[in-house]
C-alpha cells in the first residue's frame, strides 16, 4: 500500500524560493504518476504540476508555469517540487498524490489516488 509524506513547506517572503519533496513509500515511481496539487484558504483543491512514470514527461498548470519545476529523484523513490519567483497567491497547503499510470500524467485527482498528508506553503508579501 502506498505512503507520500510532503516536506519543505514554510514561511517565505514574495519573491523567494522554497523545494517541496515528496517521498513516496511501496509503490514504484516506474508505475505511477505523481501530481502535486495545493488548497488555499477558503478554495477549492487545484492541480498544478505533474510528472509521469515512464518517460519523466512533464505538465504545469499556468499559474505555476516558469517558475515551478517538478523532477524526480537519482533513486527514483522522491518527488521535487523546487518553487521560485513566490507569490503571496501561492499561499497554500500543498499534497502530493500519485496514480498508477502506464503513460502521461494528470492534474486530475483520481479516486485511486495515493495522497500525502500535505505541507503548508505561506508566503508573505
Known amino acids: 500500500h502506498g505512503r507520500l509524506v510532503e516536506s519543505g513547506g514554510g514561511l517565505v517572503q514574495a519573491g523567494g524560493s522554497l523545494r517541496l519533496s515528496c517521498a513516496v513509500y511501496?509503490?514504484?515511481?516506474?508505475?505511477?504518476?505523481v501530481g502535486w496539487f495545493r488548497q488555499a484558504p477558503g478554495k477549492e483543491r487545484e492541480g498544478i504540476s505533474c510528472?509521469?512514470?515512464?518517460?519523466?514527461?512533464?505538465y504545469y498548470d499556468e499559474s505555476v508555469k516558469g517558475r515551478f519545476t517538478v523532477s524526480k529523484g537519482t533513486a527514483k523513490s522522491t518527488v521535487y517540487l523546487p518553487m521560485n519567483s513566490l507569490r503571496a497567491e501561492d499561499t497554500a497547503v500543498y499534497y502530493c498524490?500519485?496514480?498508477?499510470?502506464?503513460?502521461?500524467?494528470?492534474?486530475?485527482?483520481?479516486?485511486?489516488?495515493?495522497w500525502g498528508q500535505g505541507t503548508r506553503v505561506t508566503v508573505s508579501s
Open positions: 498524490s500519485a496514480e498508477r499510470r502506464p503513460q502521461g500524467c494528470t492534474i486530475i485527482a483520481g479516486a485511486d489516488d495515493h
Open positions: 510528472i509521469s512514470s515512464g518517460d519523466g514527461s512533464k
Open positions: 511501496g509503490i514504484s515511481l516506474d508505475d505511477y504518476a
